[in-house]
């Protein structure tokens, strides 16, 4: 009954790599759909043919 109990040799901040990994992935990938949505809306200048 002794071996219950989570005792892993690893430090915490190991366990927690997997999480921080997806926690980046989503955020670089919520940055880059923000990025391409302010590409996309932004006020083009307007253009006059000058010749």
């Given amino acids: ?3 219950d109990q ?3 040799s690893r ?3 190991l366990d927690a790599v ?3 990994v ?3 992935i989503a955020a ?3 940055a880059l759909v923000y990025w391409i ?3 996309a809306t932004e006020k083009q200048p ?3 043919k000058a010749h």
Wanted: no cysteine; aromatic share 12%; charged share 15%.
């Fill in 11 to 13: 430090p915490w901040i």
């Fill in 46 to 48: 307007q253009r006059r």
């Fill in 6 to 8: 989570h005792t892993s």
């Fill in 1 to 3: 009954m002794a071996k």
């Fill in 37 to 39: 949505y302010r590409l």
């Fill in 22 to 24: 997806v926690v980046l």
């Fill in 28 to 30: 670089h990938v919520l």
């Fill in 18 to 20: 997997p999480f921080l």
